[in-house]
């Protein structure tokens, strides 16, 4: 079993920036594919960014060049760096964690508006 809590959400101006963190109650960095997904109202799950077990980094061609998936083992923690964000980044951003079994945050929001 897996816990997730993701922060660092909030409310920016266009063009702004946010990181978000995803802590972990266990080891996943190299164990688990880690990605960071969105979802805004009325739409579905988005995939955005992901960390393979071999931490090699992918990213959806809407946050390409802006966002940046990162990590850091001895705190179990993934981040997600935001810049040059844009009103339609507007959403709720959830961690996930596949492997053995698959598990969500219970995601932060990020609200974008001038």
């Known amino acids: 079993q897996v816990q997730l809590v993701e922060s660092g959400g909030g409310s920016v101006h266009p063009g702004g920036s946010l990181r978000l963190s995803c802590a972990a109650s266990?080891?996943?960095?190299?164990?688990?594919?880690v990605a960071w997904y969105r979802q805004a109202p009325g739409k579905g799950r988005e995939w955005l960014a992901g960390l393979t077990t071999l931490l090699n980094p992918n990213y959806a061609d809407s946050v390409k060049g802006r966002f940046t998936i990162s990590g850091d083992a001895a705190l179990n923690t993934v981040y997600l760096e935001m810049n040059a964000l844009k009103p339609e980044d507007t959403a709720v951003y959830y961690c996930?964690?596949?492997?053995?079994?698959?598990?969500w945050g219970q995601g932060t929001q990020v609200t974008v508006s001038s």
């Open positions: 996930h964690v596949t492997g053995a079994g698959r598990w």
């Open positions: 266990t080891t996943i960095l190299g164990i688990y594919n």
